[in-house]
C-alpha cells in the first residue's frame, strides 16, 4: 500500500486524508501544534463547499450542527437596512458552521490514529521510490507523495518556490470571534453584512445558541494595538450599530482574535514530482470571497480522484494542479477586489457600492451561488 505524506491537519489535510485513505493510500498527516484543535471560530459554506463535504461523506453532522442561512441582510454601518434577501426553500444558500464540527466531522472520518502532532516540517527529499519528508526533530518519513496542505506560511511551498517572495501585507486585518448565547439579539435574520466608514462587519448565527461575527479593518486603523484585539474592537464598535456591537462585546476574550490578512500572487506551477500543494498552501485567499475553507475542500476532491489506485502519482498530481489551478486563480484575484469595496473609506465608492446593493435584484445573490455550486471536477471524473 503506497504512502501519502500530508504537512498540514486543517480541514485541508484532513480532508485531502479522508480521499486519500479511501482510495487506498496508507495516509500520514503530519501537524506542527501539539494538539489536534482547529484554530478559528466558525465557516460559511457555500454550496461547493457542501457538495464537498457530501463527496467526503461528512456533510450530515456539519449540517445537522449548523445553520442555513435563510434571511440575509446587507445594512449600513449604522444598521440601516440596504437589502433583504429571503432565501425561499429550494434555493441555493449557505450554510454557517462552528470550525470544531466541521474540523472533528473530518477528524473523525480519517481517524486519529493518522495523525502526527508536535512534528513542524523542515523540508523534504525527492527520492527515486518517492519523497521523504524531513521534520524538525531530524527524522525523516518515507512516502510516494507529499502534500503541502500547511497554510499561508507553507514550508512545502517555501522549498518547492525558493525565488518567491514572503506572504505580503494584504491592506487588512480581520478580528473574528463567536458569542455563545447570543441567538436572540439577532431578531428575524440568519445573517446580516455591515457597510461602514472603513469597516465592513458581519454575523450570522451558527448554531442553536451561536453568533459568528467578524470585523474587516484598513491596517492604519488597528495601529500599535495589534497585540490587543479587545482594544481594536473597542474601538472599531464606536461607529457600528448597536446590535452588532452588543454580540461582539458579549465574546469571552478566549473566543474572539485578530489577524492581519496576507496575500501570495498566484502560482504557474503548484508542485514539483512526487510533491504538491493543497488549500491555502497553493492559493490563501481573502476572507472576503467566503471560500477558502470550500476551495480546500475542493483541492481534495480532486487529490482523490487523480490518485486512484494504480495511478501514476507525477503526472496525476500535474493534471491535479493543471484543474484546480485554473479554477482558484480567479478566486484569489477576485478577494482584493472584494475587500477594495467593502472596507473603504472611497466616497465614490461607497455611493457606487450601497446603489448597486440597493438596485441589484435579490434574486441575483442565489444566482452568483449556483456559479460555485457547479461540479468543479468535471475534467478529473
Known amino acids: 500500500m503506497p504512502t501519502a505524506l500530508i504537512v498540514g491537519a486543517g480541514i485541508g489535510g484532513l480532508a485531502a486524508g479522508v480521499v486519500l485513505r479511501r482510495a487506498g493510500w496508507d495516509v500520514r498527516i503530519f ?31 456539519v449540517i445537522r450542527d449548523g445553520f442555513m442561512t435563510r434571511t440575509f441582510e446587507v445594512r449600513r454601518g449604522d444598521g440601516t437596512v440596504l437589502k433583504r434577501i429571503e432565501f ?20 473523525d472520518a480519517v481517524g486519529a490514529d493518522v495523525l502526527v502532532l508536535d512534528s513542524p516540517a523542515a523540508g523534504y527529499d525527492v527520492t527515486k521510490d518517492g519523497v521523504t519528508l524531513r521534520l524538525a526533530d531530524g527524522r525523516g518519513i518515507e512516502g510516494a507523495v507529499l502534500v503541502g496542505a500547511d497554510g499561508v506560511g507553507s514550508a512545502v511551498r517555501r522549498q518547492l ?41 458581519g454575523l450570522a448565527r451558527a448554531d442553536s445558541s451561536a453568533v459568528y461575527w467578524y470585523m474587516s479593518l484598513l491596517d492604519a486603523d488597528v495601529g500599535i494595538d495589534a497585540a490587543n484585539p479587545r482594544a481594536v474592537l473597542e474601538r472599531a464598535l464606536r461607529s457600528l450599530d448597536r446590535q452588532f456591537a452588543s454580540i461582539a462585546l458579549a465574546a469571552r476574550p478566549e473566543d474572539l ?35 477558502g475553507a470550500a476551495l480546500a475542500l ?18 496525476a498530481l500535474r493534471l491535479y494542479e493543471q484543474v484546480r489551478s485554473k479554477r482558484t486563480r480567479r478566486v484569489v484575484r477576485l478577494g482584493p477586489r472584494i475587500g477594495a469595496m ?35 471536477h468535471r475534467l478529473l471524473r
Not at 506542527?32 to 457538495?51: D, K, M, T
Not at 428575524?188 to 462587519?201: P, T
Not at 514530482?273 to 491555502?280: A, H, K, Q, R
Request: aromatic content about 2%.
Open 88 to 107: 425561499a426553500a429550494g434555493q441555493v444558500h449557505s450554510l454557517v458552521a462552528l470550525r470544531p464540527v466541521v474540523h472533528g466531522s473530518l477528524l
Open 161 to 201: 518556490h525558493p525565488a518567491e517572495p514572503e506572504p505580503r501585507r494584504g491592506g487588512f486585518h480581520a478580528i473574528r470571534g463567536v458569542t455563545h448565547g447570543a441567538v436572540d439579539r439577532l431578531g428575524d435574520v440568519s445573517a446580516a453584512v455591515y457597510l461602514g466608514d472603513g469597516i465592513e462587519a
Open 298 to 315: 475542493e483541492d481534495a476532491v480532486a487529490l482523490g480522484l487523480v490518485l486512484k489506485p494504480g495511478a501514476d502519482p507525477v503526472p
Open 257 to 291: 482574535r485578530l489577524d492581519r490578512l496576507l496575500q501570495r500572487d498566484p502560482l504557474d506551477m503548484w508542485g514539483d514530482g512526487p510533491v504538491t500543494l493543497l488549500g491555502d498552501a497553493a492559493h490563501p485567499v481573502l476572507p472576503y470571497t467566503a471560500q
Open 31 to 61: 501537524e506542527r501544534a501539539s494538539s489536534s484543535r482547529e484554530l478559528g471560530f466558525a465557516l460559511a459554506l457555500a454550496p461547493n463547499a457542501l457538495a464537498a463535504l457530501r463527496e467526503l461523506g461528512v456533510a450530515e453532522p
Open 342 to 376: 467593502t472596507t473603504t473609506r472611497s466616497r465614490t465608492r461607497t455611493i457606487l457600492r450601497n446603489l448597486g446593493i440597493r438596485l441589484l435584484p435579490g434574486v441575483l445573490l442565489s444566482a452568483s451561488l449556483n456559479l460555485h455550486a457547479r461540479d468543479p
